[in-house]
């Protein structure tokens, strides 16, 4: 384990864009909740995943992170089904399986088709799990995401959630 001076949200969506040839980009919107991201603290900007796409010619410009791609971190979080949900939440709105615009073979959740029911029992799978706490896994996702908007205090002194409140914040 290295150690890192970084100290943040480690799991994060991002969006690769295939720039070449220029005019008929493609994209591919992915999420990295490796373990070894919160084990070792490694800052999202810092990571070298480029995803695990199955087209194979996008895969090997994925595997050799060619210059041709452009990778940008959309969202990082602390918790990795968060993540998952909101990488297949973005996926869906813009139908990355159907869309020819997308490398996207799949949702984050592995189904090829957008489903109602997968994402029932998801959640009601999250609603079941318990801690010793008496919390759910969505009422831990959400306190953690309150505790990360409180945490995260720009040099004005605003925390995230204050800056999402502000219509026109400099």
Do not use: W
Not at 37 to 64: A, C, M, W
Not at 79 to 91: A, G, K, N, T
Request: proline share 2%; glycine share 6%.
């Amino acid at each position: 384990m290295h150690t890192s001076i970084y100290s943040g949200l480690n799991f994060y969506v991002y969006l690769i864009t295939d720039l070449n040839p220029i005019g008929t980009e493609k994209y591919y919107i992915g999420s990295a909740t490796r373990k070894i991201l919160k084990e070792d603290n490694i800052d999202p900007e810092l990571d070298t995943y480029y995803g695990s796409s199955t087209v194979e010619h996008f895969r090997i410009l994925q595997d050799s992170r060619s210059s041709q791609l452009e990778r940008v971190v959309i969202k990082t979080f602390m918790d990795s089904r968060v993540c998952r949900m909101y990488e297949e939440m973005i996926q869906k709105d813009h139908n990355v399986i159907e869309n020819p615009l997308f490398y996207n073979k799949a949702y984050a959740n592995g189904v090829t088709t957008s489903s109602k029911e997968s994402t029932i029992k998801r959640l009601n799978t999250m609603i079941g799990d318990i801690d010793e706490n008496g919390l759910d896994g969505i009422q831990r996702a959400s306190l953690k995401r309150v505790d990360t908007m409180n945490n995260d205090v720009d040099e004005k002194g605003f925390n995230a959630h204050q800056r999402s409140t502000v219509k026109h914040y400099d």
